[in-house]
């Protein structure tokens, strides 16, 4: 009885054979071909780069091209040789794959250490591939270190690593490091539609650009995408669509994600919340309905400053400014539907937010309408006036004599020239006038024992003016006046009560429905 060849998946089935077979590394594989060529290939490389992009299947290449017995032109393997026919049964002896993943500890890297002093088997090389080198320990990097610097002439190291940074400086340094770079969507796209029609797939552009996109960048993303919609529309029937796509990649529809786009443009909440529920009803996460919305706003963004030209954009009537704030929404409620425990009622919440800020004009056109509404009104007229720069005010005639002391406000004044500021505070805070004319004060004390300040201010009023007060205390009643300080804070609050009330900040709040205002400080009148 014969047993069924075992089934490859398309990103083991079409895994480039030749380094022209190779897509999206163009550099790379320059660099490669060239130290091949040129037998300047160093003996220790790094390779670096996202998942999916090649790491792993140039390293490969690399080291089937190392052992070959008849390289094609010095930079392919031939395929035919006795090296490569045992590499491609995966039993060659002089290429080891090692998975640090799996393999972290010193005692996995002693068996390679002690192996490298081996001669090679089948060529020139014996090749040590590690995947994943960053997860191995600190003790397995050290000891690999001194066979890194000083390998034999017939060993070469070929490592890969998704994560640079959690790889050892003193490891890096002893490499040649090479970049693999993301591919992209049109490189992923062109080699989604060549594998379509190798395997006679029914597909249509948008479904695959579709794929090509949700691979961000790793081509065996995209392959594994492609192969997982293939196997569902082989059972169905049914042709690769952008709706097919989207169905299974849990997305989305994009019907239903422009309804939901106008329905928070237009600040529509009950819309928008029945349009999310209904995506709810088909299985469509939360995270994919929020990344959908940041997809749609990014493109809008870039439609609106001309970076790009889209027919399909959602968000066309937005300015800049409301697109910057529906996106700082959504990109901050990302977080949050990670960590909720209620990720649906999430993000109903992030929509009613989103319409309700929607609707609100840029700054410029608030201010705009402000104005104009004001400009018919007579307040305009006296609100300029009133902002208009004060003239300078006449500087206060120096106090030498007892009438030039006309008031409690300026004997306050007089008394900080004297820098006595416990005598100052007294006046403002403690004093309550209930009669004043020059030489002659009736007041009264909120706190009776600060009388012999009142004998200290009379006492330097003499010494200074050579002149007499008297300061006559009288009882406090209901009546009483307020002091300085108490006055000074009553004139302060109702000055920014005539603020509020003011005709300008009541068309403003009319704008801003349900904010609030605060006034931190105003320059009163003397």
Same mark, same amino acid.
């Given at each position: 009885m014969t047993t069924a060849p075992s089934y490859k998946v398309f990103a083991r089935t079409y895994r480039p054979k030749t380094f022209g077979e190779v897509v999206g590394q163009d550099i790379a594989v320059r660099i490669f071909q060239n130290a091949l060529k040129?037998?300047?290939?160093?003996?220790?490389?790094?390779?670096?780069?996202i998942r999916g992009i090649g790491k792993t299947t140039s390293a490969r290449l690399l080291a089937k091209t190392l052992c070959c017995l008849n390289p094609v032109d010095h930079i392919d393997p031939c395929g035919t040789c006795d090296s490569c026919v045992a590499f491609d049964r995966d039993q060659h002896t002089d290429i080891i794959e090692m998975d640090a993943? #799996?393999?972290?500890?010193v005692d996995d890297i002693r068996d390679i250490i002690e192996g490298v002093a081996y001669a090679p088997t089948y060529g020139r090389y014996r090749v040590y591939?590690?995947?994943?080198?960053? *997860?191995l320990s600190k003790n397995a990097f050290n000891a690999l270190l001194k066979t890194?610097?000083?390998? @034999?002439?017939?060993a070469k190291f070929i490592f890969a690593t998704t994560e640079l940074e959690k790889v050892p400086e003193t490891i890096v340094s002893r490499c040649l490091q090479i970049q693999l770079r993301p591919m992209s969507i049109e490189t992923i796209l062109d080699h989604l539609q060549k594998i379509s029609t190798i395997e006679n797939l029914s597909s249509d552009m948008d479904g695959l650009m579709l794929i090509a996109e949700a691979a961000k960048g790793s081509m065996r993303d995209g392959l594994s995408i492609l192969e997982k919609v293939? #196997?569902?529309?082989? #059972?169905?029937?049914? #042709? *690769?669509?952008?709706?097919?796509?989207?169905?299974?990649?849990?997305? @989305? @529809?994009?019907?239903?994600?422009?309804r939901l786009c106008q329905a928070i443009k237009s600040g529509d909440i009950i819309t928008a919340i029945q349009s999310v529920r209904s995506l709810f009803s088909h299985d469509i996460e939360p995270i994919a309905i929020t990344k959908g919305l940041l997809n749609a706003l990014h493109q809008s963004l870039c439609s609106t400053i001309g970076v790009q030209q889209n027919s399909s954009i959602f968000f066309k009537e937005l300015s800049v400014s409301q697109l910057n704030r529906l996106w700082s929404i959504v990109h901050n409620s990302v977080q949050e539907l990670m960590v909720s425990p209620v990720p649906q009622e999430?993000?109903?919440?992030?929509?009613?937010r989103l319409c309700h800020v929607s609707d609100i004009p840029p700054l410029k056109q608030l201010i705009q309408d402000i104005e104009n509404k004001l400009s018919s009104t007579e307040s305009v007229q006296s609100a300029r006036t009133e902002n208009r720069m004060p003239a300078p005010a006449a500087q206060p005639q120096p106090i030498r004599r007892q009438s030039d002391i006309t008031s409690f406000d300026r004997l306050i004044e007089w008394v900080e020239t004297q820098k006595d500021p416990h005598l100052s505070f007294f006046l403002k805070r403690d004093l309550r006038v209930h009669g004043f004319k020059p030489g002659y004060i009736e007041c009264s004390l909120k706190n009776p024992e600060d009388q012999h300040l009142l004998k200290h201010l009379k006492q330097m009023l003499q010494t200074v003016l050579n002149e007499t007060?008297?300061?006559?205390?009288?009882?406090?009643?209901?009546?009483?006046?307020?002091?300085?300080?108490e006055q000074a804070q009553t004139n302060e609050a109702n000055a920014k009560q005539r603020v509020i009330d003011s005709e300008l900040v009541q068309h403003a709040l009319h704008a801003f429905e349900g904010a609030n205002v605060t006034v931190d400080r105003v320059l009163l009148d003397s």
């Open positions: 040129q037998n300047t290939l160093s003996h220790a490389i790094l390779l670096t780069g993943a #799996s393999h972290t500890g591939i590690i995947d994943e080198v960053h *997860m890194l610097e000083e390998p @034999p002439a017939h293939s #196997s569902y529309t082989r #059972s169905t029937g049914e #042709s *690769m669509t952008m709706d097919v796509v989207e169905r299974i990649l849990g997305r @989305p @529809p994009q019907a239903e994600l422009e999430s993000c109903e919440v992030m929509l009613i007060w008297t300061f006559e205390l009288v009882q406090s009643t209901t009546a009483t006046p307020a002091t300085f300080h």
